[in-house]
Nanobody, 120 residues
């Protein structure tokens, strides 16, 4: 069984920073891409950033230059450093990972979500 546990959310003022972490644990045999999504009230979930197994990154236009995704493969952990936060960044942030589990199949798993609130 695989679990993704996200942490690091909170309340911050405009212009501030937060660092999110997401650790995958359980029967993991290989991790492919990892990423972060967010969902604001009344809106669809959207991709924030992703990183492939080969460290290629992809960012939403709205966060390019302010957010940085990174990963520690030894710990099966993905991070999201968020700088110069804006009120429109307020959302629940979800991590995900595409990985090979004990069934030998690649599946996408999701974390439980962590709230990020940016006050103006």
């Amino acid at each position: 069984q695989v679990q993704l546990v996200a942490s690091g959310g909170g309340l911050v003022q405009t212009g501030g920073s937060l660092r999110l972490s997401c650790a995958a644990s359980g029967s993991i045999f290989n991790v492919n891409a990892m990423g972060w999504y967010r969902q604001a009230p009344g809106k669809q979930r959207e991709l924030v950033a992703s990183m492939s197994a080969g460290d290629s990154t992809n960012y939403a236009d709205s966060v390019e230059g302010r957010f940085t995704i990174s990963r520690d493969n030894a710990k099966n952990t993905v991070y999201l450093q968020m700088n110069i936060l804006k009120p429109e960044d307020t959302a629940v942030y979800y991590c995900n990972a595409n990985l090979r589990d004990s069934t030998s199949n690649y599946r996408t798993y999701w974390g439980q979500g962590t709230q990020v609130t940016v006050s103006s």
